[in-house]
C-alpha cells in the first residue's frame, strides 16, 4: 500500500479515535454536572460514591463525596455558592443564608480507621439495584437528591435521581454518608451545611448539634414542632452561667419558644437569621442578636464572650 493511503487512513484512524474518546468522556462527565456535581474524575482505585443535595426549588445546596480507596475512607464536602444558584425558593435562600459567610465552603477529612469498618458493611448492605434515574417528566416540586457511584476501572459512572426520598437505597445511601461526613469532617460551618439535609427530613440527623467552643455555640435544627419538648430537654442539659451561643439561625415559628427559654439563663446570645423568627420575638427580648453566627462570634470574641 502507497504511503498516502496510510496516511489518509491514519489520519482517518486518529480523528475517529479522538472522537470517540471525546464523546465517551463527555458522556462519562454530562450526568454528574446534570446532577450538581459537577466534573468528577475517575477513582484511581475504589469506589467513589457523590451525593448533591437539592433545596425545593433546585437550589443544589452542597455535594458530598466519599471515596473508599481500600485503605481509607476520604470524605469531600462542598457548599455551593450562593451567587452561584439559578433562582432558588426562599425556604431555600433562607436555609442557606445562615452559611452565606461560609460560602463557597469545601473540608476533606477522612472517617477515623475504627468507625470504616461500619460505615463499609452499611454501604455493602445497600440495595442498589434500586437505583436509577429519574425520567425527564418527573416534576421537581420537593427535595432532590442526585448520585453518581464510580467504580475504578469503570468506563462511566453508575448515575441515579430521587425525589425527596424518605425509604428505599437511595434514602439509605444518603444516611450512610450523612453519617460518613458526620464522622470525618470538624469545621462547624460543614457539620452546619450536612444538618441542612434534617430540614428536609428529620430523621437525618440531631435536632440540637453542640459544637463546643467559646462561647459554646449551640445549633437547633426542629423542623418538625413534635420534637421541641426533645430540644428544650436537650438545651436544659447544657450547664448554666458559661457563655452560649443558641444559633436558630434555621427556624422560623419554632424560634419564639426557643428565644423563651433563653431569657430564663445568663450569658445567651442568640442567632437569628429569618425575618419572621425575629417578628416573632417576644418584647423582653435578648439584647444580643445576630443575623449570623460569623457575625456572633467575631462580636462576642471582641466583648469576653459574655
Not at 456535581?37 to 458530598?64: N, Q, Y
Not at 417528566?137 to 464510580?150: F, K, T
Not at 453508575?158 to 425509604?167: G, Q, Y
Not at 442568640?270 to 418584647?283: F, I, K, M, N
Request: proline share 7%; net charge neutral.
Amino acid at each position: 500500500m502507497s504511503d498516502s493511503f496510510w496516511s489518509r487512513g491514519g489520519l482517518f484512524s486518529f480523528l475517529f479515535a479522538e472522537k470517540r474518546r471525546e464523546q465517551e468522556a463527555r458522556a462519562a462527565t454530562a450526568p454528574a454536572v446534570a446532577l450538581g456535581l459537577g466534573t468528577l474524575a475517575a477513582p484511581a482505585s475504589g469506589r467513589l460514591w457523590a451525593i448533591s443535595v437539592s433545596g425545593r426549588a433546585h437550589a443544589c445546596m452542597f455535594k458530598l463525596l466519599v471515596h473508599d480507596t481500600g485503605a481509607e475512607l476520604a470524605v469531600t464536602l462542598e457548599a455551593l455558592d450562593l451567587a452561584t444558584l439559578a433562582g432558588p425558593g426562599q425556604r431555600d435562600m433562607e436555609n442557606l443564608r445562615t452559611l452565606s459567610h461560609a460560602c463557597p465552603w469545601r473540608e476533606t477529612g477522612q472517617v477515623p480507621a475504627e468507625r470504616a469498618g461500619e460505615l463499609r458493611a452499611a454501604l455493602a448492605r445497600l440495595r442498589l439495584d434500586g437505583l436509577a434515574m429519574l425520567p425527564d417528566s418527573q416534576v421537581v416540586d420537593d427535595w432532590h437528591l442526585g448520585g453518581l457511584i464510580w467504580d475504578a476501572g469503570a468506563p462511566a459512572a453508575r448515575t441515579f435521581e430521587a425525589m425527596a426520598p424518605t425509604s428505599g437505597p437511595a434514602f439509605e445511601l444518603l444516611g450512610v454518608l450523612h453519617r460518613a461526613g458526620g464522622m470525618a469532617l470538624s469545621a462547624w460551618r460543614s457539620l452546619g451545611v450536612l444538618d441542612l439535609a434534617m430540614l428536609y427530613h428529620p430523621s437525618l440527623g440531631r435536632p440540637v448539634h453542640d459544637f463546643g467552643g467559646t462561647p459554646r455555640h449551640v445549633r437547633v435544627l426542629c423542623p418538625d414542632h413534635r420534637r421541641l419538648p426533645e430540644v428544650l430537654a436537650a438545651l436544659d442539659r447544657l450547664p448554666e452561667g458559661a457563655p452560649l451561643l443558641l444559633d436558630l439561625a434555621p427556624l422560623n415559628h419554632e424560634a419564639k419558644a426557643l428565644s423563651r427559654w433563653a431569657l430564663r439563663r445568663p450569658n445567651v446570645a442568640l442567632v437569628l437569621a429569618s425575618g419572621r423568627a425575629l417578628s416573632e420575638l417576644p418584647a423582653e427580648a435578648l439584647p444580643r442578636i445576630y443575623g449570623s453566627v460569623d457575625d456572633a462570634l467575631a462580636d462576642l470574641s471582641r466583648s469576653g464572650g459574655g
